[in-house]
């Protein structure tokens, strides 16, 4: 005879089905929403600098109009944070000297930091010259132009950072600038030799960047890496290599991150770094000592050496990083309230403070929310890093921007970091091959399997140079679609 069936233990049976279904249903619920909060946090940001732009401008005649490029220079701070800042720290995040976490909370500060204390006060308001004002002298096309440039350039970024190429967001907003300008004055009204020079720097700036990275990891590896005692090289060698560091640092800082606070010549900045160079070897060489006492003599004891002084490096990056690029988030932001503020466009004008918080604010958000996937690609998807290499690239990009402002070109600080990992990439090919002899037979694999074996991946390469080549014409054809449709919306002549 068979027990009799409780109700009660059917009814919990039933109930316990029923929140089991439950749960799973509010796991995938927040499964599918979590990509979601990104651009829900992107999308608050935008809408509250709209309203403080509202509340700043108050009533002022064109009020409005300010608030929609306070929403899109929103936007293009956030696109450029979480694409260009990502260049910055992604060395440091590849060769696990840092964490993600603890990158994007160092950038998030260093770039704030370097926007408010060290941003430049004064931008020409026409993209540094790319077009000039009085071809644009009617206030109402100028001030289209500069929106249209702006939003622009920030949507062309977006979609190369959601496709995984770090861009240069200056070329991105000269191309829009030019685009917009071409739409409102013509053909003539573009300095076409700045835009030549700007065309050269898409070859100058990896070049170079490559160059100089592939020498620095050269020194190292001739004086440290392939010695019989590293140990003992490292003694020598490490505290001169992070004195060079600090030197070349100091000058960078004085040049480019400090010029806000102070205006030096290139030869008091080289005098500056001299001065920090010599004494931070002298202190360094006690330290590396004690550093290297019971370390192995093998490379990964070496790779200890570079980490704490990379993650330095990253930090300088970002400072001087948000003290320059703020300008391209801004820079026609502030040349709107300008113009709706005086009635036309002027060859330069003052950033209003307000608007560098919402630049500084943006680059910060926009590297938290969406940085980190450029932060893989750029940091390990190109080429293996460790902590030697990654301290190549980050020395490589501050020595190319000092010589290239010695030199007056126009060079990209996201074009010389891509190029200088490249070409620490392409000089451990080379090394492997011709100077070690390894010998990688793989003459049996099919074509494709041995493009991916190789030390620097080709596919990543190829999209990056199509965007960084792309960036100029796509960002000009889109800003003039723009212009003609804002135009024309406001009903502008």
């Not at 030869?267 to 920090?276: D, R």
């Amino acid at each position: 005879m068979s027990a009799p069936v409780d109700p009660n233990a059917k009814g919990i049976k039933t109930l316990d089905k029923d929140l089991g279904r439950i749960t799973l249903l509010e796991q995938a619920a927040s499964f599918t929403s979590r990509p979601l909060v990104g651009p829900g946090v992107a999308l608050i940001f935008i809408i509250i600098a709209g309203l403080a732009a509202a509340t700043i401008m108050g009533a002022t005649p064109g009020a409005w109009v300010v608030v929609i490029a306070a929403t899109v220079g929103a936007y293009m701070a956030l696109n450029i944070g979480a694409n260009d800042v990502a260049n910055n720290m992604a060395p440091a995040v590849g060769a696990n000297a840092i964490t993600l976490g603890g990158a994007l909370i160092i950038a998030a500060i260093f770039e704030t930091a370097g926007a408010l204390l060290a941003g430049g006060d004064v931008v020409g308001t026409v993209s540094r010259g790319i077009v000039a004002p009085e071809s644009v002298s009617d206030p109402q096309v100028f001030i289209w132009a500069m929106m249209a440039a702006l939003l622009a350039g920030a949507l062309w970024i977006n979609l190369a950072t959601w496709v995984g190429a770090p861009v240069s967001t200056t070329h991105s907003i000269v191309g829009g600038v030019m685009g917009a300008g071409i739409a409102a004055a013509g053909f003539a009204a573009v300095n076409w030799p700045v835009m030549a020079k700007i065309a050269a720097s898409w070859v100058i700036s990896p070049l170079l960047g490559g160059i100089m990275a592939a020498a620095f990891l050269a020194v190292i590896n001739n004086r440290i890496i392939y010695r019989e005692d590293k140990m003992a090289a490292s003694r020598t060698w490490v505290p001169i290599l992070i004195g060079v560091m600090g030197g070349v640092f100091a000058t960078y800082m004085a040049m480019k991150g400090l010029k806000k606070i102070v205006s030096l010549d290139m030869s008091q900045a080289l005098l500056i770094g001299v001065v920090v160079a010599i004494p931070l070897t002298l202190i360094m060489r006690p330290i590396i000592r004690r550093q290297s006492r019971g370390l192995e003599n093998r490379t990964k004891s070496v790779k200890v050496l570079f980490s704490i002084p990379l993650v330095f490096s990253a930090a300088l990056l970002s400072f001087a990083h948000g003290a320059n690029d703020v300008a391209n988030a801004v820079g026609p932001l502030a040349a709107i309230v300008h113009a709706v503020a005086e009635g036309g466009a002027s060859d330069s004008v003052e950033i209003p403070y307000w608007v560098m918080i919402v630049g500084a604010i943006g680059l910060s958000v926009g590297l938290m929310l969406f940085g980190p996937k450029l932060i893989k690609v750029v940091g390990s998807e190109i080429t293996r890093l460790n902590a030697m290499r990654a301290w190549c690239v980050a020395l490589s990009a501050a020595v190319v921007v000092i010589i290239a402002s010695w030199l007056g070109l126009p060079v990209s600080s996201t074009h010389i970091a891509i190029g200088s990992i490249f070409g620490v990439g392409f000089y451990r090919e080379w090394y492997h091959e011709k100077i070690l002899k390894v010998n990688r037979d793989m003459s049996s694999l099919p074509v494709e399997e041995r493009t991916r074996r190789k030390v620097v991946r080709r596919s990543h390469m190829l999209t990056i140079m199509t965007a960084w080549v792309v960036t100029v014409p796509a960002t000009a054809v889109l800003s003039a679609a723009l212009f003609f449709a804002a135009t024309l919306l406001a009903g502008v002549q």
